[in-house]
């Protein structure tokens, strides 16, 4: 059974296109968190979200807005696609973002390539 | 601005061979440092991690060794095993995990 999931697994796109990547976790946890990894594999985090507080980094682009149905989901929406946006988008999640030591869960990333 | 220093990018070692991979930070507010392990097509998942007040931390054929005065830490991977080639990344976090930050990567491989 996937812990977390992500779909789709590949996403290739137009510039200027709006795209959602979608996030589901089954392991009940608090908080989930999107990351972005580039093509050197440079790891970086985008957000941070529990069901009161959305963290974000103050790096990524307005663009992109993390949508949250429930404690469950968490899907990502980018607007106005651009070239530099082409990476892997990696969701995870884990018991409690107020506990630096609980282990964060990643799903299996998705692919993203914009034209 | 990159928080946590990772090295070597690259590492290549026979079976049977030690792999050691450093990190260095500089926020000394860092009270985490768990270390990652990405195989390709996959996310990454935690491998093994350690607090500060401890200075080496074992499980199993890896060990994380750590030394606060220098603010450096190290994965040694004992016995190392085609099946561990995969990309390493160390990490840190402070307090509520907002400054999560990963190290760049390092792509190891083992050879047969």
């Known amino acids: 059974d996937t812990a977390v999931s992500q779909t789709p697994k590949y996403l290739v796109t137009q510039m200027g296109n709006d795209k959602s990547i979608k996030c589901e976790q089954n392991?009940?946890?608090?908080?989930m968190y999107w990351y972005k990894q580039d093509s050197k594999k440079f790891l970086k985090i985008m957000f941070s979200?529990?069901?009161?507080?959305?963290?974000i980094n103050e790096t990524v682009p307005n663009r992109f807005s993390p949508k949250s149905p429930d404690k469950a989901h968490l899907n990502l929406h980018i607007n106005s696609l651009e070239l530099g946006d082409s990476a892997v988008y990696f969701c995870?999640?884990?018991?409690?973002?107020?506990?630096?030591?609980?282990?964060?869960?990643f799903g299996p990333g998705t692919r993203l390539t914009v034209l | 601005q990159q928080q946590v220093k990772q090295s070597p990018q690259s590492l290549i070692v026979q079976k049977g061979g030690i792999s050691i991979i450093n990190c260095a930070y500089e926020?000394?507010?860092?009270?985490?440092f768990p270390w990652y392990q990405q195989f390709p097509g996959k996310g990454p998942a935690l491998l093994i991690a350690?607090?500060?007040?401890?200075s080496e931390k074992k499980e199993g054929r890896f060990t994380i060794s750590f030394n606060k005065s220098a603010k450096q830490f190290s994965l040694h991977i004992m016995d190392s095993q085609p099946g561990d080639s995969a990309t390493y990344f160390c990490?840190?976090?402070?307090?509520?995990?907002?400054?999560?930050?990963f190290g760049p990567g390092t792509r190891l491989s083992v050879l047969p």
């Open positions: 995870a999640s884990s018991q409690d973002r107020r506990n630096p030591y609980n282990e964060q869960f």
């Open positions: 392991l009940g946890h608090d908080t």
């Open positions: 979200y529990n069901n009161k507080e959305l963290i």
């Open positions: 926020n000394t507010a860092f009270d985490y």
């Open positions: 350690i607090r500060p007040d401890v």
């Open positions: 990490a840190a976090s402070v307090n509520y995990g907002q400054n999560f930050v």
